[in-house]
């Protein structure tokens, strides 16, 4: 299901298994690409609707509604099945189908190591259809239409639950405020009041949102920042202009 949709290739385009799953971990990351001029797509692979609050439809809407207030240039919903994201054939070219369709120079997804088995079964998933986008020989529509071969020229991993150690630090000082609109977009998720018969879980107790922001204080605080995020690669990293990445002093 598209809810939004694309007017031309983006720079980027983020991957969660669940909606939310890039807010929480990216979503200001992603807003300082925007900031730079560049356009972000985003995918969720399932519609959340095995979670324990809220609903397929109502997670719909907030997703609509986070996409509206970050400024997405799209975001699709693949629904693969929430707690059924296997790794198949038919899921796999379903992502291929994605990458194709947005061309995209980032991707952005779950990290392989997480806590929860959705996250670590669609960061093998985009990682593989990252690699197999870019053969000509597997054939994909778009509609009626054949799309032409694509492969993603940087993957980056974010962090979830589990406390990995960053490769990059992404400076999001300036974006980070604006990223808690993206995520309280998905009010069914976090905790809303005090003596409120809901069942807990591990994202709407009181203290989870706090524990994201110091999560990011203490990111920031690793390069000299107010607030970080951080990312992992897969590949060494690979620099063509030295001074770009490790610029002189202003």
């Known amino acids: 299901m598209t809810l939004t949709a694309p007017t031309q290739p983006v720079y980027a385009l983020a991957f969660g298994a669940h909606p939310d799953d890039v807010e929480l971990a990216c979503g200001a990351t992603l807003l300082k690409i925007m ?26 809407m907030e997703a609509a509604l986070a996409t509206e207030r970050m400024g997405y240039a799209a975001r699709e919903q693949l629904d693969l099945g929430d707690s059924e994201l296997f790794y198949s054939k038919e899921n796999l070219h379903k992502i291929i189908r994605i990458i194709r369709k947005y061309q995209p120079e980032t991707v952005i997804c779950n990290p392989p190591d997480e806590r929860h088995p959705d996250h670590m079964k669609a960061s093998r998933l985009v990682y593989d259809a990252c690699y197999y986008a870019g053969l000509r020989k597997i054939e994909t529509l778009d509609g009626e239409q054949p799309q032409a071969a694509h492969r993603p020229r940087h993957l980056l991993y974010y962090i979830q639950f589990k406390q990995l150690d960053p490769h990059i630090i992404v400076d999001v000082s300036a974006t980070f405020e604006r990223s808690r609109g993206g995520i309280e977009a998905f009010g069914t998720q976090f905790h809303r009041k005090e003596g409120s018969d809901e069942p807990q879980t591990m994202i709407n107790r009181k203290e989870f949102l706090p524990g994201l922001e110091a999560r990011a204080r203490a990111l920031g605080e690793q390069i000299g920042a107010m607030y970080g995020e951080g990312f992992l690669l897969p590949t060494a990293l690979g620099i063509g202009h030295f001074t770009s990445v490790f610029p002189a002093r202003s």
Do not use: N, P
Not at 35 to 60: F, I, S
């Open 35 to 60: 900031d730079e001029g560049q356009q972000v797509a985003v995918c969720d692979l399932t519609a959340g609707e095995m979670g324990t609050l809220g609903t397929a439809e109502t997670r719909r």
